[in-house]
């Protein structure tokens, strides 16, 4: 199993949503978060010309657990649902999970996903 974290920009977390039952995953976790990624923020030009630098802007971080097998396929779908080809258009990590307990039954691994 692994844990995909999926950070995107928050207005596209419905597109997501939608790719990930389109391949049958339900299960998830969505938390508001901010972060910043290559180009440090964003500098906006205040009123008075200055420079106003906003360096931690709010993104959506999606987890899910999956089965190796859909890892691939849910990378793809993702990326598909939130690419603008503009700059913080977000990021995947996939990290190994050692375990999962689905705690109503006792079930165990990918069963319990
Ligand atoms: N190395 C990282 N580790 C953890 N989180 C990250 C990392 N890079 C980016 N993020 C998270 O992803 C969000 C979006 O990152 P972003 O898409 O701007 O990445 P980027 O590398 O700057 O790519 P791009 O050049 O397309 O903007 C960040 O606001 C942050 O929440
Ligand atoms: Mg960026």
Same mark, same amino acid.
Request: no cysteine; net charge positive; proline share 0%.
């Given at each position: 199993m692994k844990k995909i974290e999926i950070i995107i920009r928050p207005e596209r977390l419905n597109e997501v949503k939608q790719a990930l039952d389109d391949l049958g995953i339900h299960g998830m976790n969505v938390l508001s978060v901010t972060g910043r990624g290559a180009q440090r923020g964003v500098v906006h030009q205040g009123r008075g010309g200055e420079s106003v630098t906003v360096d931690m802007l709010p993104k959506i971080k999606v987890e899910v657990v999956v089965a190796d097998l859909a890892v691939e396929r849910v990378i793809d779908a993702v990326v598909a649902a939130a690419r &603008?080809?503009?700059?913080?258009?977000g990021k995947i990590f996939v990290i190994p999970v050692d375990e999962a307990v689905?705690?109503? &039954?006792?079930e165990r691994g990918d069963v319990a996903i």
């Open positions: &603008t080809g503009n700059i913080g258009d689905r705690v109503r &039954t006792g």
